[in-house]
């Protein structure tokens, strides 16, 4: 094997592997070959033909972590932060002003959005990422974000959203925003075996992902269910994110959010829920018998008003939990260092307990969880045999100083971004910039096309 596919880090100040016994090693080192770790171990006792081989890359004054996992995200969203209309009202009344901003959104603004919130998250740690594309106005499709993806670098679950009870059948969204539910069913055919790739260390995902219990029909959750089993992909949408959306599915179907999911087929190991604010304790029961997966959005929960989930409730009851940022018109950032910090500090608010949530579960969410809910084995810990996925921070920097233990200080003193990122065993950020995108000409170009979308 030739020397440009083997790498060293050594010098590693301190290694936080996320690894069944939650190990953490001091002066360490992680062998690469091609994007998949050998071997990891101290410095001092690195293989001599590792030493001789490999690319070194030094680590000293770094704190390393496998790479956090974004479990939810609506990318196209990045267009419209802080629209002044929507700035405080809850989820409903919020969607409404924004579905007619959002229906002149055009492909490049979808490819321009995915680039930018890709950047973020990247920025501050992330290394795999799922997106909500639930609405493809324009001629825009699944296409435009994961052409962004491969452009960036970034592990990517995208998920093929859709939309199909408009207002005139009892939904919430514009009838100009829906889609033919047999298109809908075709086009996510169409993707799953044009893009999908299942391999160990695959880099993209396809995830059948209709909207929600107000925008979507029974049949079209029925069926779409139905289509990822047949071809082995997941299955991704909103579910209890409010008290209006739990009062909708009690009034339209008679049922719980949880109740309606299950009589649809949407619970199992395949499935994953975004919020699950006000999931009842029978549905807690239930996804931890399923072993449903949740991905908790803390900053969005609290920007709409929407609750604080119950997410301490949940992991004792086995469910497997994960982050998201949401939306960045919701949050209002993409920021996932953020909702570390967030979904540790809401667990001790709603629980009344300082013990709820510690730093190290915190992280364990945003790495180890986030691989449970997406389904994968081979990313969210440093260990032999995972992905070269992982990230690093300067011990000396500002938001460090006076931190004794700097594991925790990832959370409690959050840093602003990632001084080092390597994804698929290519270094994507280093010394805090990434390398493959020019970011001043790129936001340059995404206010323009915000500008554009807001006064047209």
Not at 6 to 15: A, D, G, T, Y
Not at 348 to 359: E, I, K, L, S, T
Request: hydrophobic share 40%.
């Amino acid at each position: 094997m030739s020397k440009s596919n083997q790498q060293l880090l050594f010098n590693i100040s301190h290694l936080v592997t996320m690894d069944t016994q939650s190990s953490e090693l001091k002066d360490a080192a992680i062998y690469i070959e091609d994007h998949r770790i050998n071997w990891i171990g101290r410095t001092s006792e690195i293989p001599r033909e590792y030493l001789e081989n490999a690319e070194k890359i030094d680590m000293r004054g770094y704190i390393v972590l496998p790479g956090f996992i974004n479990t939810h995200h609506h990318m196209f969203q990045s267009l419209t932060r802080a629209v002044p209309q929507a700035q405080d009202a809850e989820l409903f009344g919020w969607l409404k002003t924004l579905y007619p901003i959002w229906g002149k959104i055009t492909p490049e603004m979808i490819n321009v959005s995915a680039l930018t919130a890709m950047a973020e998250l990247m920025l501050s740690g992330c290394t795999t990422t799922s997106d909500h594309l639930y609405l493809l106005p324009n001629g825009s499709v699944l296409e435009d974000e994961i052409s962004a993806a491969q452009f960036i670098g970034i592990r990517f679950h995208a998920a093929r959203g859709s939309m199909s009870v408009g207002e005139s059948l009892g939904g919430l969204p514009p009838d100009a925003l829906v889609e033919d539910e047999k298109f809908i069913l075709k086009d996510t055919q169409r993707l799953i075996e044009r893009w999908h790739d299942s391999s160990k260390y695959s880099m993209l995902h396809i995830v059948v992902a209709p909207c929600s219990p107000f925008s979507v029909s029974e049949n079209l959750m029925r069926e779409s269910a139905l289509l990822a089993r047949h071809y082995g992909v997941r299955l991704h949408t909103h579910l209890a994110e409010n008290i209006n959306d739990v009062l909708y599915s009690k009034e339209k179907f008679n049922q719980t959010p949880a109740q309606y999911a299950e009589s649809l087929g949407w619970v199992g190991d395949d499935v994953w829920h975004a919020h699950c604010v006000h999931l009842d304790d029978s549905g807690i029961q239930l996804f931890g018998r399923t072993k449903t997966g949740v991905c908790h959005c803390p900053s969005s929960n609290m920007r709409l008003a929407s609750g604080i989930a119950p997410v301490r409730q949940m992991l004792n009851a086995g469910i497997p939990v994960g982050l998201g940022v949401d939306g960045s018109a919701s949050n209002d950032s993409g920021n996932l260092i953020q909702e570390v910090r967030q979904a540790m500090l809401l667990q001790r608010v709603a629980n009344n307990d300082p013990q709820a949530m510690n730093a190290r579960q915190a992280l364990r969410m945003a790495t180890v969880g986030g691989a449970q809910v997406l389904g994968r084995n081979d990313i969210g810990s440093l260990q032999v045999g995972m992905a070269a996925d992982m990230i690093g921070f300067k011990q000396e920097q500002l938001s460090f100083a006076g931190c004794i233990d700097p594991v925790a200080a990832i959370v409690f003193s959050p840093p602003s971004q990632v001084d080092f990122s390597m994804i698929h065993g290519k270094i994507r950020v280093k010394n805090g910039e990434i390398l493959n995108l020019d970011l001043q000409k790129h936001i340059a170009k995404h206010i323009q096309l915000s500008q554009q979308l807001m006064t047209n």
